[in-house]
């Protein structure tokens, strides 16, 4: 019983420093070890004094009480002791039972608060410029070919969903998805930055093949046909931005990005 006590007060300790705050991990640790340990003990020593210890032997009598043993069960009934016990060895473990369940949901806490919809946009919209890593505004006659440029939105730079390379290819090649013929002024291609399997930054361009390459786990995608994959773990396309020359000859997007950047699970 005392073993199911300390469980249940160290399992609500566990509860009041996490809540209070938490970052003491070893504290933390250490009341959750004496909480599922005292649990243990409790339960085992409780399961030892039930079963009793050693061999036991016993010979086969018949099985009806004798009237001397009714009286003694009656007796020992009356005075209420051993039920008294086992009431409070019960009541021990239902509250370490309970403390330790509370114990167990508390980290749901650090989930969070909900994204809401943050997720599914970036900070490109109509209208919004193209600027390079130092913040100036990138024209289309800055893309060399066969080149690639790191790009973010205007007032974004370093955001790291809304980041996004330049390539320039040949127009005539081009084979993008349907609606998208207006995305490549000039074979001007803008596509997520963030690869579609787990996340890493796809940083490199292989200009002979049209292949974007994520080096994390070797996806690549094919820029000429809207960046779907062709090799590796990667099973969804990067996003694409409409791009847009101005009279100025700097390069802005007409929307955000074709679909939510990053790994796929909005498809899942
Ligand atoms: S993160 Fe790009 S291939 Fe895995």
């Known amino acids: ?34 909480a599922f340990g005292g649990s ?30 009714i009286r003694e069960l009656d007796a ?9 016990r086992r009431v409070w060895l019960r009541r021990s473990a239902v509250a370490a039972g309970g403390a330790l369940g509370i114990a167990l949901v508390s980290p749901l806490r650090s989930l969070g608060p909900s994204p809401g919809k943050q997720l599914l946009h970036t900070a490109w919209g109509d209208g919004v410029r193209v600027v390079a890593e ?32 330049l390539v320039r290819v ?9 609606g998208r013929d207006s995305w490549a002024p000039g074979g001007l291609l803008a596509y997520s930055k963030v690869c ?12 002979d093949s049209h292949e974007l390459l994520c080096p994390c786990h070797q996806s690549s995608f094919d820029v000429l046909r809207g960046a779907v994959p062709v090799s590796g773990p990667a099973a969804w396309p990067l996003p694409q931005l409409p791009l847009v020359v101005g009279a100025d000859g700097l390069l802005r997007v007409s929307g955000d990005f074709s679909e939510p950047v990053g790994p796929g699970w909005w498809k899942a």
């Open 1 to 34: 019983m005392v073993a199911l006590l300390v469980a249940a007060a160290a399992a609500v300790a566990f509860v009041v420093v996490f809540w209070s705050g938490g970052r003491r991990t070893q504290l933390e640790g250490a009341l959750l070890a004496l």
């Open 40 to 69: 243990g003990v409790g339960l085992v020593v409780w399961a030892n004094h039930l079963i009793g210890g050693g061999e036991q032997s016993e010979d086969r009598t018949p099985l009806r009480a004798t009237p001397e043993e």
């Open 76 to 84: 020992e009934l009356g005075r209420g002791e051993v039920i008294a």
């Open 134 to 165: 130092d913040g100036t505004p990138v024209a289309a006659a800055d893309v060399p070919a066969d080149g690639l440029v790191t790009v973010f939105p205007e007032g974004a730079v370093g955001a790291a969903d809304a980041q996004a390379v």
């Open 170 to 178: 040949d127009p005539s090649l081009l084979h993008l998805p349907r």
């Open 196 to 207: 579609t399997h787990a996340g890493c930054p796809v940083g490199l361009y292989q200009a």
